[in-house]
């Protein structure tokens, strides 16, 4: 089976670290393609840069579905475009968010989110509450590193960790999850080092899918998420039009 791992922002160096995460974990019948779109912001830490990345992360999606992708993980903890993702693809389509703190209900009564900027808490909570996590997370927390120094600074490793070490003792948490793909790497470090159950959304995110795809299950199409009718789009959008 064919599953595409999007990297919403355009970082390449990024996209290689959440694809070598993702294939660490999958089965021997299953090929990981992790891309970024040609067009996004390098990364996305803001409603804005949210919003910007949508139209590359769809425009992936409908080459996968003309390649035989069999499903999908959107790798950024904003889950951006989820819904419009799935009513383009006839596999299953889950964000890293989503995926995330599934896993993470299973771990115990409660979770902890550790997230890149302060600005992000709010979205992070949002998506807690929309998919029904509202009561499993405990709190949710800002590292302070934006996006990108997660990959430049020395120290991120151990600024992602004692985050994560706070964020369970203030909670009272059982396990935490990590709010950026860009944090993948850092996953079973950090676990070892606070001695809690760490979930990162790229892996569970890819597992997930290979799991439905093993299933033979994938998106229904009897409604909300049905093929969408034929549009124009105009501008710098022509080349999204369906006739
Ligand atoms: N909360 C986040 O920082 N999310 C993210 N921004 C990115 O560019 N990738 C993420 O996962």
Known sequence: MLIKVINPNTTSSMTATIGDCARAV???GTVVDAVSPAM??????????EALSVPGILAEIASGEAEGVDGYVIACFGDPGIDAARELAAGPVIGIAEAAMHAASFLGRGF???????RT????????????????CLGIHACDLPVLDLETDPD??????EACRIAVETDGSDAVVLGC??????????????????????????????????????????????APPPKR?????E?????
Do not use: W
């Open 26 to 28: 999958v089965g021997p």
């Open 40 to 49: 996004g912001p390098v990364s996305i830490e803001s409603h804005v840069d």
């Open 112 to 118: 902890s989110v550790v997230t890149t900027l302060g």
């Open 121 to 136: 808490v709010g979205r992070a909570q949002d998506l807690a509450n929309h998919y029904g996590f509202g009561r499993h």
């Open 156 to 161: 991120a490793r151990k600024i992602v960790t």
């Open 181 to 226: 793909a860009g944090m993948a790497d850092l996953c079973q470090h950090i676990s070892a080092e606070i001695g809690v159950p760490v979930v990162d959304g790229v892996a569970a995110g890819t597992l997930f899918v290979q799991s439905l795809i093993s299933l033979g299950l994938g998106t229904g199409k009897r409604g909300e998420f049905a």
């Open 233 to 237: 789009y105009t501008g710098m959008l």
């Open 239 to 243: 080349g999204f039009s369906r006739p």
